[in-house]
């Protein structure tokens, strides 16, 4: 799932209103785990958008967190944006393939709307991973277009990417280039979730944590070597178990304190729902489990997972490693978070 809260420096943490806006893409992702992607689109009406903005806001919300399907297929995307920062979100985060966003003009009105972070995938370190993956010939040049883009205009990108079969194995190279020629360090590396077309397509794109933790700890010796500075958590959709050394490296695993799970929410058409909660609802553990140093904090490993791999892999660790000499820098989450305090009175 796309980030939630994620924990930060004591004191800093994300609170999201997370808003699904629509289901159509114009891409063609044979790793989408959205289940509905092959069906008729959804798009959520733009007053329905606006109530579950003004109750974010209302519960303290300020990160809006704007997802699909592909939202830039909106023609009401700018005017959403500037919803949201009139209303007082100190950050509007857009989440996009970056087809749409490679148009100089349109990444500027939604720059200029109020957009100030975008998060942008990206799934091979070369044209022909990139583009055989997502659907669209020229996508990759597209992709690199739409950062030059962003930068440029003075706003923020995440980059997305998601392991598969495909590109496991050249991790490091697409971080060495992402951060040579764009300076961007805040990378998600995404472990797959097993559902929706990437369920439909496991036989050719499967690969299992094992197979992909050296190439992990390839990439994590590139950036200490190079000392890269990374923004937010660098892997998303692992067990700390997986890569003991890099938990602290990690998000979206860890159980949240009962208030912060109350509070996070995400929003689709029809309702809403606590955000953790519904992970958690996918998670599953295995016997082991109980004897993991991280078990009462741990969410566990997806279901989905499992049903393709079996459990056996989600091994207890008994003792805490050292953790690898990286930190997170959570520069971005500092700021938006002061931004937020100051606009209303020391409560983020």
């Not at 957009?115 to 659907?135: C, M, P, Q, R």
């Not at 860890?254 to 996070?264: I, L, Q, T």
């Not at 004897?291 to 393709?308: D, H, I, P, Q």
């Amino acid at each position: 799932m796309p980030a939630g809260a994620a924990p930060g420096p004591a004191g800093f943490r994300i609170k999201n209103c997370e808003i699904i806006l629509n289901d159509d893409c114009n891409a063609k992702c044979c790793f989408c785990y959205q289940p509905g992607i092959e069906k008729a689109a959804r798009r959520m009406p733009f007053e329905a958008v606006a109530r579950a903005l003004y109750r974010g806001r209302s519960e303290g919300s300020w990160s809006a967190y704007l997802i699909g399907g592909e939202i830039t297929l909106r023609d009401d995307l700018p005017k959403i944006v500037k919803l949201a920062r009139k209303i007082g979100y100190s950050s509007v985060h857009v989440m996009s393939n970056g087809l749409k966003l490679a148009e100089y003009d349109y990444a500027r009105e939604l720059v200029e709307a109020g957009a100030n972070l975008f998060t942008v995938s990206v799934h091979g370190y070369k044209a022909g991973i990139h583009d055989e993956l997502v659907g669209v010939k020229g996508a990759f040049g597209r992709v690199f277009r739409a950062f030059d883009n962003i930068v440029g205009l003075g706003a923020e990108v995440r980059v997305n990417h998601a392991l598969n079969r495909y590109n496991f194995d050249t991790v490091d190279l697409l971080v060495k280039k992402l951060v040579s020629r764009f300076g961007l360090t805040d990378i998600n590396i995404l472990f797959p979730h097993y559902n929706g077309m990437m369920a439909k397509n496991a036989g050719k794109l499967k690969v299992s944590v094992t197979e992909a933790q050296p190439h992990l700890r390839r990439t994590l010796e590139l950036i200490r070597r190079n000392k890269f500075e990374i923004e937010g958590p660098l892997f998303i959709n692992f067990c700390p178990c997986n890569l003991p050394e890099a938990a602290h490296l990690m998000g979206e695993w860890e159980r949240p304190r009962k208030k912060m799970a109350e509070e996070e929410l995400h929003y689709l058409e029809g309702g809403s729902e606590p955000i953790y909660a519904m992970k958690e609802r996918l998670c599953a553990k295995n016997a082991s489990c109980r004897r993991c140093v991280y078990n009462k904090t741990c969410m566990g490993f997806e279901k989905w997972y499992a049903e393709l791999f079996g459990s056996g892999e989600f091994s207890p660790v008994l003792k805490k490693p050292a953790p690898f000499p990286l930190e997170l820098s959570h520069s971005r989450l500092k700021k938006y978070s002061a931004l937020s305090q100051e606009r209303h009175g020391g409560r983020a």
